[in-house]
Antibody, heavy 116, light 113 residues
């Protein structure tokens, strides 16, 4: 069974940074694209970023370009999202997902709150 | 970016009746090179992450009940729940994965009438 477990969320001030992690198990992690999706409180889903199996290709939604960096460590079966210059509108639950075009496995999410 | 819209915003259906959700993309998500539509449907229940129901517009994900079906091509798609069950109360999202960013529709909330 595929398990994706996010961590690293929390309360941060505007302009601050956070690094989210996603620990993967039950799959050959290095064989899959992976990605992040977020959901603001009471709102819909927003695709954030994804990364190719070897990390050679990365794509981002415009609103996070230049501020967020997606990365992975295949030796540790882990996915990361470095979030810098955080803004109030980055407040959301962040989900890690396996990306096979459609997103066919999801973690439970980690909450990020940006507030002073 | 491809903009996804859904209708209705919400609907209430009696148990055992049909529920139909529509999704429209601002440009085609059909690839003529392989005859595939890059359109997925997800179900999200309160307090849970989304769950993939349908991919390639009409292929049911493993383990998804056959009362869920997807149809459509190009820019217009439909998710049908043929006989609504109590456990189907959720928000349903369509998503295109034809190109990045992989945009979602705003969601349709399904309730019991």
């Amino acid at each position: 069974e595929v398990q994706l477990v996010e961590s690293g969320g929390g309360l941060v001030q505007p302009g601050g940074s956070l690094r989210l992690s996603c620990a993967a198990s039950g799959l050959t992690f290095s064989s899959y694209w992976m990605g992040w999706v977020r959901q603001a409180p009471g709102k819909g889903l927003e695709w954030v970023a994804n990364i190719k199996q070897d990390g050679s290709e990365k794509y981002y939604v415009d609103s996070v370009k230049g501020r967020f960096t997606i990365s992975r460590d295949n030796a540790k079966n882990s996915l990361y999202l470095q979030m810098n210059i955080l803004r109030a509108d980055d407040t959301a639950t962040y989900y890690c997902s396996r990306d096979q075009g459609a997103l066919n496995a999801w973690g439970q999410g980690t909450q990020v709150t940006v507030s002073s | 970016d491809i903009v996804m819209t859904q209708s209705p915003d919400s609907l209430a259906v009696s148990l055992g009746e049909r529920a139909t959700i529509n999704c429209k993309s601002s440009q085609t998500v059909f690839s003529s090179s392989n005859n595939k539509n890059y359109l997925a449907w997800y179900q999200q229940k309160p307090g849970q992450p989304p769950k993939l129901l349908i991919y390639r517009a009409s292929s049911r994900e493993s383990g998804v009940p056959d009362r869920f079906s997807g149809s459509g091509s190009g820019t217009d798609f439909t998710l049908t729940i043929s006989s609504l069950q109590a456990e189907d109360v959720a928000v349903y999202y369509c998503q295109q994965y034809y190109t990045t960013p992989k945009t979602f529709g705003p969601g349709t909330k399904v309730d019991i009438k």
